[in-house]
């Protein structure tokens, strides 16, 4: 009996020393989040949107909430680069909800910002709202007031990946690529090409037309709306090139690379950033933004940087960094996401085989960009399991029977 007990009482201590360090951790985590929520709470931004209609999809990032009648913003906005989205929603008589296509904007916000905007009920756009510093400082000095108006922005909800997603993208770079309307929406506003001859002389009521006519051939995106990518040339060789050169050049896009990274305004040994920033922002306008010609320029963008096995040697930093990028960005997509529905080929894995049979190849390369390569290579065959070894067809020998 007594042999029980003292069995039974080391069992109860070792339960109370597990319950004990279970809420040691309890109060530890709590103290952490505390400490988060405090520091965001003095030194987070702050979004400010006036006239919301009550109904409304809004959301920051991952993040989307429906509007209630007291919402006037976000606030604890992290440091860094954020994307704002809002859908207005339809109910029919029978009760069921249509949400309007997604239109957004992004932010880079600082310590201590604040950011006023106000939506417009006449263009139904959020547009910016009184800014001046006065205005500003009145905002400031009613924030004890205006602060239980303000939803908090869900730091504990995926705030890790979507800094991941956005680590090179900067506030250059976001009103370097933004349209001039100020605004990305998922619906794409066409006009009549230049070259397209049209009666009525109103681009609008011709595009009108055309969609209605089922007519896209004459159409173009709006160039107000229009993103502001960097254009990237499908073949571009030196002045002068040989046949020969020009055919090295078309497999080998090194030379393009360099002409897209001269055109993007970046100064000093991370000026490559700019480019993985537009590549980010392309991502997430695509994931986020729900805009598709987002996601072709990002493909453009991918192929590009998989394509210059020159490059390699010169720009190690580039490509190290490019594949911590696109690390992060595959994780936020479905496997077979890439694959193509007609000829079921995998756009991506084609793609990344030339780049890290680049990387396997090239002589002086960087040890710590081989082994790096060699990792992610390791990584995506384990996780996705892509096949890297097999040889794509297009690029297999013909054989001819004679």
Known sequence: ESARERESARYSESERERANTVRARERQRATMDQATARNLFEEGAILIVLDMPEGTLFGIDYNTWTVGPNFRGVKMIPPGAHYVHYSSVDVSEAGAQRA???????????????????????????VDGPSTPDDIARFRASRQDLDRFLGAYPYDQGLKKWMSLTSCLDGVTIQRLTPECGYISSAMELEPSSDATKATGDAAADAAAAVAADDLSNLKCAPHAAIRFTPVPRRLCPPGATPAQVSLHNMDRSYTLDHVLAAIPAKGPEGYKGLLGELQY???????????????????????????????????????EFMGVIHFQLRETPQDFFVDIVSRDNFLTATLQGFFSGLEHAEGLDPALRQRGQQFLTHLSQHFHWDFDTEPEDEMPQVVEL
Do not use: N
């Open 282 to 320: 392309a991502f997430v306008c695509f994931l986020v933004g729900q805009v598709f010609d987002a996601f072709e320029h990002w493909k453009i963008l991918v192929h590009l940087l998989c394509s210059s096995q020159a490059a390699l040697l010169a720009h190690p930093a580039l490509f190290h």
């Open 100 to 126: 309007s296509p997604r239109t957004g904007f992004f932010l880079h916000t600082g310590k201590c910002d604040m950011v006023v905007k106000r939506y417009d009920k006449v263009s139904e756009m959020v």
